[in-house]
């Protein structure tokens, strides 16, 4: 008899053991959606050339752009009832790979979404969280050692005169939110893509001048007052080119 | 009744652990049941490397890709093999600046030591292998040394035909890879498969790291210099983490007029000078250092880094922006620096692999 219990309870055990826990019973999963957002880099409107072409920024300096990375994090949408929907994505760019340019999330419920924002970095929380995986790992290079937190932007380049340039934006106080308003488009739409301008310019100008012959060719740490200025200027980066 | 209660709990306990255990048996070997191999990790801080999806690593593929690296059988007169360059007590890598290649022919650069290679498939650039970045898989690079002239010197048929006149080969390829007809592909897919084994992270860091025992002091100077943008400024490129490199390629400085490297391949006069940067791990094992192995020493080449870095049209900015007068870092400095740099040698990993290199 009492073994009897025993299988019993074993089976009951075996049961429950391996069921996955708090599973509820399954919906029907809405129609799957697939939200691209492809980038499309830039510099003063024309498709940016890396190393083999010199650009001039507002205070006349002339260089060549050899590498241009930077993370967007935290894709967000907002519908007419204004519930937002962030995706927590976190993907790591190079204008240099086009395989990176475009960024597809899945998972997004059909809705007619009227807000698109995004991060140009990695938010407050995973920008202390330590080491991690994916394109948060320490060995993508994107990673402050010595300054807990992540590189957001990476731009590096040749002045004219020879000097190398080469500016890393991080730390909290210098994350760039972006956000768009798409009410104008239809996105009652199973896969909507999404291409942006990231003009490279737009780092060097507006509010502030950043003029290479007074301000640091070489951006390393996040209290840098430089650092600040290209996080100002960069607001107004993206633009959106189209939505499909 | 009492003890029947706990017997059957236990019991019970047991049951649980055993039919809800999903993970492959965890005991130190490289078995699984379904004939892959398993690659060992120290701990969750190290992230998988990408296995490509046409060339995933079995038991028998890694054993056969060890017996081909090991013979000489490759190369045109069965006098080099793989390990004739790339000695597993020097990290697979070699004591000498340039190594003899067959008839004595000598190429231009080092032989890279060979460990935690496959990481660089994480990384979205197409180069990948080798000090020029040539090869954009270890399956490609292996390539290049079999058939150099001042490497191996044979060609690809003469190596296939010999393998399949070979006494044990073909029913070793139909192991592997389920044919006894040998192809090229599957030589270099088989060597592969070996040396994305070859893994080392337990060096006295690592394990000052995960606390197993204490961390000097002047360790902890050495890697502090290491990780500052003043000091030593090294955590740029050989990144802080567990391989203590980007993978990328840059031109450090030194030479003033550098061999092409990377331009070799892209042909692109901004990579002119460009080399992968290397591990900082193993340097014990791993001397002469650069890609010409012109430097004889580790406090070689703390002092080139220290003063001695040239600046040229594609010198990396974290050399130009210490250059003209370099890091000028103290003698106390240097020594920790050095002190810092040495326990990142993993003697379990070059005396591991000799051992089997000399019992297999």
Redesign the interface.
């Known amino acids: 008899m ?1 073994k009897i219990i ?1 299988i019993i ?2 089976s009951v ?2 049961f429950f ?2 069921g996955e826990k708090g599973a509820p019973p399954p919906s029907p999963a809405p129609a799957p959606t697939t939200l691209t957002i492809k980038i499309n880099y830039t510099y003063k409107g024309q498709a940016l050339v890396l ?1 083999d072409k010199s650009y001039v920024n507002k205070a006349l300096d002339t260089f ?1 752009i ?1 590498n241009f990375v930077h993370y967007l994090s935290n894709v967000t949408v907002t519908n007419a009832q204004n519930e937002k929907y962030n995706l927590a994505n976190y993907n790591l760019s ?1 204008a ?2 086009p ?2 340019n475009t960024i597809e999330l899945k998972g997004l419920k059909m809705d007619n979404w009227k807000s698109l924002s995004f991060l140009l970095g990695v938010d407050t929380v995973r920008n202390h969280t330590g ?1 991690q ?1 994916g394109d948060l ?5 994107m ?1 402050w ?2 300054n807990t937190g992540y590189i957001f932007v990476r731009f ?1 380049g ?1 002045l004219s005169n ?5 500016l890393d934006v991080g730390g909290d106080d210098n994350l760039v939110a972006q956000s768009f308003d798409l009410s104008s488009y239809n996105l009652n739409k199973s896969n909507v893509t999404i291409t942006l301008e990231m003009d490279l310019n737009e780092m060097f100008e507006n509010p502030q001048t950043y003029d290479f012959k007074v301000d640091a060719t ?1 951006i ?2 996040n209290t840098q007052p430089e650092a600040a200025k290209i996080k100002a200027n960069m607001v107004d980066i993206c633009k959106i080119v189209s939505v499909q | 009744m009492k003890s029947k209660v706990v017997k059957a709990s236990v019991f019970l306990a047991i049951l649980l652990m055993v039919s809800c255990s999903k993970d492959a048996k965890i005991d130190g070997s490289n078995n699984t049941n379904d004939g892959l191999y398993k690659f060992n990790f120290p701990d969750k801080t190290w992230e998988m490397f990408p296995v490509p999806t046409d060339n995933p690593s079995t038991l028998a593929g890694v054993e056969l890709g060890r017996k081909l690296f090991y013979d000489p059988i490759l190369s045109v007169d069965n006098t080099l093999a793989c390990a004739s360059c790339h000695k597993a007590q020097y990290s697979f890598g070699d004591n000498t600046a340039l190594s003899n290649g067959v008839s004595g022919l000598i190429g231009k650069r080092n032989a890279m030591p060979l460990f935690n290679l496959a990481w660089a498939d994480a990384t979205p650039s197409p180069h990948k292998y080798t000090w020029d970045g040539g090869a954009t898989s270890i399956e490609r690079q292996i390539i290049a040394p079999v058939t150099l002239p001042f490497e191996m010197g044979s060609n690809l048929d003469t190596v296939v035909a010999k393998l399949q006149r070979h006494p044990a080969y073909p029913a070793l390829f139909f192991k592997a890879f389920g044919n006894s007809v040998i192809d090229i592909n599957n030589v270099t897919y088989a060597i592969a498969q070996f040396e994305r084994t070859l893994i080392s992270y337990n060096s006295p860091f690592d394990r000052m790291m995960r606390k197993e025992i204490p961390m000097p002091q002047e360790v902890a100077n050495g890697y502090a210099h290491f990780q500052s943008g003043g000091a030593g400024d090294c955590g740029h490129c050989h990144i802080n983490g567990n391989l203590f490199t980007d993978y990328s390629f840059q031109n450090n400085g030194l030479s003033e007029q550098p061999d092409s490297g990377l331009a070799t391949i892209t042909g692109k006069s901004y990579d002119m000078g460009k080399f992968k940067v290397p591990s900082l791990r193993n340097l014990l094992f791993t001397a002469p250092y650069m890609h010409d192995g012109s430097l004889k020493t580790l406090l070689d080449v703390i002092e080139f880094y220290n003063a001695k870095t040239h600046t040229n049209a594609t010198t990396s900015e974290f050399i130009t922006k210490h250059n003209p007068l370099g890091l000028q870092l103290t003698a106390k400095q240097k020594g920790e620096l050095y002190a810092f740099l040495v326990s990142l040698s993993d003697s379990s990993f070059a005396i591991g692999s000799f051992w089997l290199a000399v019992h297999s």
Not at chain 1, 137 to 141: D, I, L
Not at chain 1, 162 to 166: A, K, L, P, T
Request: glycine share 8%; net charge positive; charged share 15%.
């Open positions: 009492k025993i309870l074993s055990f075996l053991g391996c190393n060549t050899s190079y240099e790979y395989s990176t080491a995986t790992s320490p060995s993508k290079s990673y050692n010595w590096k040749k020879g000097n190398n340039i080469g070489s390393h740490t």
